[in-house]
């Protein structure tokens, strides 16, 4: 326990470092005869952060992506998610629930992604199997675009062939979807919505623990491991509620594409990203600093490309520097797309940060004081992807 006074706060705080609600109510009780000694005085005890956890994770389960030339084994794997789980549970973390299956996803779907989009992902895998039987044994890959913006290429007279549907959908060939991508990735949006509708109802923070990811998906497109933007989807959610000014400070290693894009011309969705300069790093076509948003949105993007290589310091500057937009642009609600592929370890990324620097990041974080949704993004070093997220969250209720 301690006591401790902050500006913006004009009562005193306890803050108890709990994992046990039990022990919290004694601790309250003991503590409460205490409290008139200390005026103006106000109690608190912030519960744990709840986890929503897909329970259909396992249902995307991808073989191998295309990279260089070659089928690789997936760096996107289910383990990924289990081993946050389990030490969640390790660290007696706070609740882990399944999100609630009344929430009003599909409308929640159709304010991010188009309703063809949709449709193409829901029917995707039944398609690809008729394209020829035994592609059922095959993860389904694209392998034609069609480069519309800056060539010939008609986006208006969209091809019945399903290979080349894929390849108007999906911007890579490293994102396989299988059998199961689209109920896995449905029912990560709706943890993503039940983190909202945890936090709309008092919950200081929560938490959707969830994959396939979703920073790297648009409107109507799939790529980088994911189908459905979870942050996007929380985010206007949150607006849909009345939060009037939502930020989303994206610290996966790589760009936020998708979620850039879903809101580059708005003024309402203030869009933050730091990560691997785009020049060397995927998703090497958006990320750059000079995108600003456009329109209403112009001023309301802000990208913080960093070189390959950096470590924590300067990691943590960048940070700073979001950090204080968000306070200048006086959000209401914060969505964090937390990816910890920023790892020294990560075997795909190239970032120097070691897993005591993610206590750092959740309590940066937290001195926003404002309403925050953290979806599960990146961070492949299987072993150490749990300590990395539960460090997080545990520096932000610390
Ligand atoms: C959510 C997220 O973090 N998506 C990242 C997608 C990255 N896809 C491209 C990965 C390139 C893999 N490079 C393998 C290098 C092995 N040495
Ligand atoms: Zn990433």
């Known amino acids: 326990m301690r006591r401790c006074s902050k500006s913006n706060f004009s ?14 109510r004694k601790l309250a009780g003991l503590l409460r005869p205490n409290v008139p000694k200390l005026a103006p005085c106000l109690l608190t005890y912030h519960s744990p952060m709840k986890t929503f956890h897909n329970t259909a994770h396992h249902m995307h389960a991808g073989k191998q992506e295309m990279f260089r030339g070659k089928l690789v084994d997936c760096h996107e794997v289910p383990d990924r998610l289990e081993y946050v789980l389990a030490e969640l549970k390790r660290r007696k973390m706070g609740n ?3 999100p609630a299956d009344d929430l009003p996803l599909q409308a929640a779907l159709e304010a991010v992604h188009t309703r063809e989009y949709l ?10 199997v008729q394209l020829d039987p035994t592609n059922a044994q095959r993860d389904a890959l694209p392998s034609v675009w069609p480069l519309a913006q800056a060539h010939a290429f008609r986006l208006d007279a969209p091809p ?12 890579d060939s490293g994102t396989p979807l299988t059998a199961g991508s689209w109920q896995a990735a449905r029912q990560g949006a709706a943890c993503a919505l039940a983190a909202v509708h945890a936090v709309l109802a008092g919950e200081r923070a929560a938490f959707a623990l969830t994959r396939p990811p979703g920073h790297h998906a648009g409107p109507a497109y799939m790529g980088g491991y994911c189908f459905i933007n979870n942050a996007a989807v929380a985010a206007q959610a949150l607006r849909d509620v009345g939060k009037k000014r939502v930020a989303i400070l994206d610290i996966d290693y790589h760009h936020g594409n998708g979620t850039q894009t879903c809101f580059y011309e708005r003024a309402d969705i203030f869009t933050l990203s730091i990560h691997g300069d785009p020049r060397t790093e995927y998703p090497f076509f958006l990320g750059h600093a000079d995108e600003r948003g ?7 993007n802000l990208n913080i490309p960093l070189p390959r290589g950096t470590g924590f310091e300067q990691w943590f500057a960048a940070l700073q520097q979001a950090i204080a937009q ?10 964090v797309p937390l990816g910890v592929d920023t790892f020294e370890g990560d075997p795909i990324s190239g970032f120097k940060l070691r897993s005591a620097d993610y206590l750092s990041i959740g309590q940066a974080l937290r001195e926003l004081a ?7 993004e990146g961070g492949y070093a299987v072993g150490e992807v749990g300590v990395n997220v539960a460090n997080v969250l545990e520096g932000f209720e610390a």
């Open 119 to 128: 449709e193409f992902l829901a029917t995707a895998w039944e398609d690809w």
């Open 326 to 335: 968000v306070r200048q642009f006086q959000a209401e609600a914060l969505v």
């Open 96 to 98: 882990i629930l399944a």
């Open 160 to 171: 019945l062939n399903f290979a080349a549907r894929l390849g108007q959908y999906a911007f």
């Open 370 to 376: 404002l309403p925050t949704v953290l979806t599960f």
């Open 294 to 300: 456009a329109g209403a949105g112009a001023g309301f």
């Open 11 to 24: 009562n005193y705080e306890i803050y108890i470092a709990h994992r046990d609600n039990q022990i919290v």
